[in-house]
Nanobody, 115 residues
Framework: QVQLVESGGGLVQTGGSLRLSCAAS????????MGWYRQAPGKQRELVAT???????TYANSVEGRFTVSRDNAKNTLYLQMNSLGPEDTAVYYC?????????WGKGTLVTVSS
């Protein structure tokens, strides 16, 4: 079982920045990959960014160039640096880990961007 705990969400003005953190209960090398997803009100959950065990990253087109996913292996912590935030980024952000084909999710952290 993998437990994921997100933190770092909050209220920020348009153009501002936030850094989300996700603390994992198991070492990253045991995972097939990790990432961030988000779900805006009334919309489906969507992929934001992923990072593989090897460190390869992918991003949704909507966040490319503004968001950066990274990790600290020693702390078993995943990060999402979000810059140039806009109201369209308002959502609950979820941490995801994949291990042996099974998906694990955190409870999410709310990011609200005011215009």
């Amino acid at each position: 079982q993998v437990q994921l705990v997100e933190s770092g969400g909050g209220l920020v003005q348009t153009g501002g920045s936030l850094r989300l953190s996700c603390a994992a209960s198991r070492p990253f090398f045991l995972m097939n990959g990790m990432g961030w997803y988000r779900q805006a009100p009334g919309k489906q959950r969507e992929l934001v960014a992923t990072i593989t065990v090897g460190g390869r990253t992918t991003y949704a087109n909507s966040v490319e160039g503004r968001f950066t996913v990274s990790r600290d292996n020693a702390k078993n912590t995943l990060y999402l640096q979000m810059n140039s935030l806009g109201p369209e980024d308002t959502a609950v952000y979820y941490c995801n880990a994949v291990q042996d084909g099974k998906n694990w999710w955190g409870k999410g952290t709310l990011v609200t961007v005011s215009s």
